[in-house]
């Protein structure tokens, strides 16, 4: 990532988080949805120490800390013809889906770190796969050559050891942090949910597989440091395309009408184009689409004030003041006032399939992404640890203030953490070096 370089003057005035809009007020629905899914990604690490510890701070960056995994693509979109048995399909292909993980795990005290990342399926039984073992999947004990290797590849981790580089990143970035995995029809097929024949049974609601990801400094264990590890998991959204255009028309067309659900040809419109009906909601019918996007961040704006009400409201897309790895110079104690920054087409337009309980019906409903962001710090403290939209006020800039009692030359990191509601995953971060 390109990096920025700035020097600030600290702002005069000061904000507390009991100041920011909206304390003490009820949250709509959506942005109470929003607080518990960031509860749940918040509780998708788990932290190995010598005994028992207590987290003062979810939001600092003080001991190792997987902040978060990211996946490109998002998400796979994987064919009809997976309903039927291998055997019997028809010859039309079914690709490969290569995917990069990305890990953003930090450990700002330094040290050799072993980074393992794998795979395992949806029912696996826990959710960070502890207790999942392949050698007792019976799904896994099935499958013949060249699809038993191709799949023991992701459900093997891949182990790698990295020194970190404070001097190159201060909240102590682990490396290697990038992983690459080979999602093939035979992995498709394996992760599909079975039913009692062994055969697939896939659903027409998202399958879940999970990348677990588990870090150890290797160097703070061997110094009896009280917290050394953790683990996380990331889920991989696997999708039946309905609309899959690979396919005849009529073919998916009766297949939809067998589900309950209409198909059109035309994908979603792009907002704000000639001829935009879109509508939140209720659809007549379901729409041609591409996989789920991860968040376009950008960068940060640097807000002129350090008054909440007045950042740029909304998801902003502009010119960003700082790339997603930038380096700015400020006194001890100041504030720094940081909204995120995104691309153009960054907030998507989607739909879901949902199920009428009363009425027992598979619908089509219209949605909006909303995103959210994770803020944590090495040191000094943000307005708030988390944002989003509809939970505070429309804006998602916070205020980073400073430590008091920072030296000379010191650094400190901030780090974001943007997601959405499929799974999409962007990060940045902002050091800060005193004056």
Known sequence: MARTNTTLTPP??????ARWPGAGRAPRARAAAWLAALATAAAMTTTTAAGCVNFDREDQIADTRILAVRTEPAEILFSPLYLSPAAQRPPFPLPTTNIDVEVFAFDPRGGLVTTSVAMCPDDAGDSSCRLYKKE??????ALVEPGRSEVDALLSPTVVQGEIDLDENVAGRVVPSRFSFAVTPSAIDFFQPKDGSGQNAPSIFPVLPRFFVRVENETQKDEGAA???????????????????????????DLARAIGVELCAEPLPVAGADGDDFVEGPAACLRPRGPNANPGLSGFKLEPTVEPLDFAEGTLVATPDLGLESLVRADPGAQIALTPVWAEGTVERYQVLSFDIDTSKIGVENRVEDLACQWFVTRGATSRAQTAVEFTQNRLGVVWTLPEDAESGERDSLVLVALDQRGGTAVAQVSVQYR
């Open 12 to 17: 005069t005035a000061r904000v507390s988080a």
């Open 136 to 141: 007792g999947d019976p799904d896994f004990k």
């Open 227 to 253: 917290v050394f590890a953790e683990r996380a998991f990331k889920r991989l959204p696997l999708t039946m395309d309905l609309a899959d255009p690979t396919l005849p028309a009529d073919f998916l067309g």
